[in-house]
């Protein structure tokens, strides 16, 4: 029995992301490969190969995979799926594109957002946005998973020593054409990498208040600028920077959430935090019921004084 965990990766180095889908590879039992399918990426099959708990890296190179283009990464995944019990993606948008495909190539049922491996064919994964949780037990051959990466800790970047082993790389299927991309820069920690999140609600008012109140926190803490649905909805923050069942799952170290009433939405994406720290003028306010640490108080006032204490 052995588990394929596809690399979620920039073609120089792995994303954190592959590293939470690792450790589910290896709750499921076995030896665990995992393939990087990219163009130019032997520094990516390097640094896979260092991963703690892995035993091999296919490294499939070719200019088809250069821009992760579902159609061809999923292509690259079937030609080597046969080897595998278990073939898993983290759950992040270029995941969620390929998984699909590939189980229904292998006519085979996928198994979306576990957050825990009970057996090798027995998982765990939220539904109803986190109010309850699933167990599903699947007899496919070959189980086509997408991992949550908040329900699993990080495998060591480091200390492994795989064999790296090249694969040839698929042809272009010419279902699919790279276009263009357009990239939000920022110097901010990226929301599901940050260790410190700071979130605003629709309590700011405006665009201007979320920027003068929220940006100089999240400065001095060095931490990721999240927001509500609410907030983005009212375009007082950007789309990618919202958290939720809807936007980005997130748990971080420690959570901030200012002027956030705690709708059920948004505490599906940020509950599996470490600490939560809520502050809200409503005392009866739904996010106190997961928060570990709560201030009732306006936020306008709250959080200059904290920045100024910090």
Same mark, same amino acid.
């Given at each position: ?13 792995? =994303?954190? $992301? ?6 589910? $590879? ?27 708990? +892995? ?14 283009? /579902? ?24 995941? =969620?594109?390929? /998984?699909? *495909? ?5 006519? &085979? ?15 765990? *994964?939220?539904?109803?946005? @986190?109010? $309850? ?17 908040? @329900? ?11 064999? +790296?082993?090249?694969?040839?790389? +698929?042809?272009?299927?010419?279902? !699919?054409?790279?276009? %263009?991309?357009?990239?939000?820069? !920022?110097? *901010? ?5 940050? =260790? ?21 926190? /999240? ?6 600028? %999240?927001?509500?649905?609410?907030? &983005?909805?009212?375009?007082? $923050? ?55 640490? %709560? ?12 920045? =100024?204490?910090?």
């Amino acid at each position: 029995m052995t588990a394929l965990v596809i690399a979620e990766h920039d073609h120089a180095s792995i =994303k954190p $992301a592959t590293l939470n889908t690792v450790t589910a $590879a290896l709750a499921c039992g076995g030896e665990v490969h995992v393939l990087v399918a990219g163009a130019n990426a032997a520094e990516a099959a390097k640094a896979a190969a260092q991963i703690a708990g +892995v035993t091999k890296v296919i490294a499939a190179d070719s200019p088809s995979l250069a821009e992760n283009l /579902a159609e061809n990464v999923a292509a690259q995944v079937l030609a080597i799926a046969s080897n595998y019990s278990h073939i898993l993606f983290p759950s992040t948008a270029n995941g =969620k594109n390929v /998984a699909p *495909r590939v189980a229904a190539k292998l006519d &085979v049922a996928q198994i979306s957002d576990i957050t825990k491996v009970d057996s090798p064919d027995t998982f765990e *994964r939220p539904i109803y946005a @986190g109010n $309850a949780i699933a167990t599903v037990q699947s007899s496919d051959a070959t189980k086509v998973i997408t991992v949550r990466t908040t @329900g699993f800790d990080a495998a060591a970047a480091t200390g492994g020593s795989a064999t +790296v082993e090249t694969a040839e790389g +698929v042809a272009d299927s010419g279902k !699919s054409s790279f276009v %263009g991309r357009e990239v939000t820069k !920022s110097e *901010r920690p990226e929301l599901t990498a940050a =260790k410190i999140i700071v979130s605003g609600g629709r309590a700011l008012g405006s665009a201007e208040k979320f920027t003068e109140v929220m940006a100089p926190l /999240a400065d001095k803490l060095n931490a990721g600028l %999240g927001a509500s649905r609410a907030a &983005v909805d009212a375009g007082y $923050a950007p789309n990618d920077w919202q958290v939720g069942q809807t936007g980005k799952i997130v748990a971080p170290q420690l959570y901030i959430a200012a002027g956030i009433s705690g709708a059920i939405q948004h505490l599906a994406g940020m509950k599996d935090s470490k600490v939560i720290v809520a502050i809200n003028k409503d005392e009866e306010a739904p996010i106190f019921s997961v928060a570990d640490y %709560g201030l009732v108080a306006d936020l306008f006032v709250a959080v200059p004084e904290l920045v =100024k204490a910090l």
